[in-house]
């Protein structure tokens, strides 16, 4: 069985909003298996809290695979399994037609030269390289669909009542549709998962300020500082990968 040679430096950390009764947030960081996440409840639904924790747990128990094609493939078949379990896990009554458990995810896998991105749902991938910051993953919400089936600028769409309503996640009682990215590393790149409670309090010049310089446990304060001196009301998770 492979083993990474140079484990990744990697740190990360998590907040309940100021308005929440409890954080529905959740992270992975294993850099010694080379496996990254960030897991977000789906707010104002039922245990919300439950559904990001049972995420992580589970990409957390995932045996090593012997190459990455296998690890990504085992990382998708746990998310398709999550998804079927949490779309079982409350079921369907008269007096709650549409209840449902469920969380987004974002994961980042390393490997030598190697990077995978998959997700489902509106946390995010970042990737800061070359003093320019990339936005790997695509949100699945309405608000991203409206930009592109309708050609809505993004304040255009932001204006919509339910703009930050998900099209993707995991237990959403529709068949899970996964996205990936694969990417080769550079040096120098340093990645961020986050939960929208985070992108949502900075801008892109603070975000990349942020990673521009430091260790990730700097890097991570840094950001939280950032994000603390606004309302920071929803839950907010970053987790910073340095390969």
Known sequence: M?????????AGRTERGRTRARNEDAFLDCPQHGCWAVAD????HRAGDV???????????????????????AVRHCLRILDSRLGRALPLNASAPYAIMGSTVVALLLEGNRAACIWAGDSRCYLWRGQRLYQLSRDHSLQQQLMDTQRLTRQQAQSHPAARSL???LGGRQPLMLEVLELCTRPGDVFLLCSDGLYQGLGLDALGRALSRGAPG?????????????????????????P
Do not use: H, Y
Not at 2 to 10: F, H, V
Not at 51 to 73: E, Y
């Open 218 to 242: 700097q890097v991570v304060d840094r950001l939280f500082t950032e994000v603390l001196r606004g309302p920071a009301a929803d839950d907010l998770t970053a987790v910073v990968v340095q």
């Open 167 to 169: 099209t993707r996640a």
């Open 41 to 44: 409840g789906m707010g104002g």
């Open 2 to 10: 492979n083993q990474l040679r140079d484990p990744c430096r990697s």
């Open 51 to 73: 559904a990001s924790q049972w995420v992580i747990s589970s990409l957390a128990a995932l045996p090593r695979q012997s190459n990455f094609d296998q690890r990504l493939k």
